[in-house]
């Protein structure tokens, strides 16, 4: 059954199944998000780049009616935009009973868990989360979309392909199996985009792996 954040939206009519959003995550836990936000904060660092970045969101054109707004590997630091809450939301079977992704989906990952990654600047609860515009295919610019509302918004951890606490994150609009969308960090200070899963040097490719960077970093720290 899913969680209370998709029944609220009416996107799916199932029973809540308790308080399952602040389920225990498998990634292991280091430290990052603004004090304000503090240890109920997460963000995520791709195994290439190690837990000096993660995750931030990065606004351009504010002098536009309608910012831009883009995902973006940066240095992690004691920063407000890079504050997450991460959100357990069920499992891909229950989304896909809900009619929310893909039988392809369903049929390969039916256990694994399915998260949101909620914007929480300074701790707040934005209503935003890490999202595709519409739908994951080659170079799809990560950006903020309605918590609650698509599959666009949801991210599959993909456990059977752990490595040393790090995993794939799919897209939940993804209807490919052998190679699924994936988040993927294309470079430190650059936007993140979902790519076909690949292969670097025999293993996952370390930009598409990805841990959980818990609570509050007081001093950033530098790429080596």
Not at 52 to 79: C, D
Request: include cysteine; glycine fraction near 10%.
């Amino acid at each position: 059954m899913l969680t209370r954040n998709w029944i609220r939206t009416g996107v799916a009519t199932v029973a809540l199944a308790g308080s399952a959003i602040a389920a225990a995550a498998a990634m292991p836990a280091a430290t990052a998000a603004s004090p304000q936000c503090g240890s109920s904060c997460t963000a995520i660092s791709d195994q290439a780049a190690g837990h000096g970045y993660v995750t931030s969101v990065a606004v351009s054109g504010r002098n536009l009616r309608k910012p831009v707004t883009t995902i973006v590997l940066a240095g992690a630091g004691p920063n407000t935009s890079e504050d997450f809450f991460r959100q357990y939301e069920g499992t891909v079977a229950q989304f896909y009973a809900a009619g929310l992704v893909s039988a392809a989906m369903d049929q390969t990952w039916p256990t694994d868990s399915v998260y949101e990654y909620q914007y929480a600047p300074g701790g707040r609860d934005s209503s935003e989360c890490i999202a595709v515009p519409s739908t994951a295919a080659a170079g799809t610019v990560l950006t903020l979309g309605p918590c609650g509302s698509t599959a666009a918004v949801v991210w599959v951890a993909l456990s059977a392909a752990s490595i040393g606490g790090y995993e794939p994150l799919i897209n939940g609009t993804d209807s490919v199996v052998n190679t699924p969308y994936v988040m993927t960090a294309n470079q430190v200070n650059g936007a993140l985009t979902t790519q076909q899963l690949s292969l670097v040097g025999g293993t996952l490719n370390p930009q598409q792996m990805w841990a959980d960077v818990n609570g509050v970093l007081s001093q950033p720290r530098r790429h080596r």
